[in-house]
């Protein structure tokens, strides 16, 4: 069975400072992989996907970036932070046969102060 | 402007009795999804319905689809406690990548 797995569970950074946040996938050969970021209370904004290693696309621009370094692993990251980058980060997966929506991950939760 | 839209946008019954969520959309799709986010909890997949179908169920959960009207309901019967949460529908968009847009959620209570 496929799996997914976010880290870290929960985040308080400074303003100014970076961020990593990495997501891996195991059990599913080259899977569709997805960044979602979500404020509280709020809906789901889709930020990047991937359909293969070492290829992004950027759905959204919150000066975010994000990698795909391995088949299985997504990574997302910001040299420098914002306030407005608190919110709920989700890593999710899809097959990359047919339409299939995106499976999620347990979330990050972010707080920048 | 939301391409996908949950209402009521809040709602709450009590255990046992039978609730609906409605969901609008504004363009063509090939599949709707219903989600159930539980608090502090990533997203939970419960029913995709695919545009050449008109009904789908799970369990106490039924989907239907009308393209017509661009809207489509998820029906819970028997509610539990454990059904408190709020309740997405994504949509795909023929745009020739993968990009399921959400509404802002209806929230469910199911009191006691």
């Known amino acids: 069975a496929q799996t997914i797995h976010q880290w870290p569970v929960a985040e308080i950074k400074a303003v100014g400072s970076p961020l990593s946040l990495g997501c891996t996938i195991k059990g599913k050969s080259s899977p569709n992989l997805y960044w979602y970021w979500q404020a509280t209370g709020g809906t789901l904004q889709q930020l990047f996907y991937?359909?293969?290693?070492?290829?992004v696309e950027s759905v959204v621009q919150l000066n975010l970036s994000a990698s795909r370094p391995k088949d299985d692993q997504f990574i997302l990251s910001t040299e420098k932070l914002l306030l407005s980058h608190s919110g709920f980060y989700l890593c999710?997966?899809?097959?990359?046969?047919?339409?299939?929506?995106?499976?999620f991950g347990e979330g990050t939760r972010l707080s920048v102060l | 402007s939301q391409l996908a839209e949950e209402n009521p946008w809040a709602l709450s019954v009590h255990e046992g009795e039978s609730v609906t969520v409605n969901c609008s959309y504004k363009?063509?799709?090939?599949?709707l999804q219903w989600y159930r986010q539980k608090s502090g909890e990533g997203p939970a997949q419960l029913i995709l319905?695919?545009?050449?179908?008109r009904e789908k169920r799970n369990g106490r959960l039924r989907a239907t689809l009308d393209t017509s009207s661009q809207s489509s309901s998820l029906s819970i019967t028997a509610t539990r406690c454990e059904d408190t949460a709020v309740y997405f529908c994504a949509t795909d968009q023929d745009t020739g990548y993968q990009n399921f847009y959400f509404g802002k959620g209806t929230s469910l209570t199911v009191i006691p």
């Open positions: 363009t063509s799709i090939t599949a």
């Open positions: 999710a997966w899809s097959s990359p046969v047919g339409n299939q929506a995106p499976l």
């Open positions: 319905i695919r545009s050449n179908e």
């Open positions: 991937s359909i293969t290693v070492g290829q």
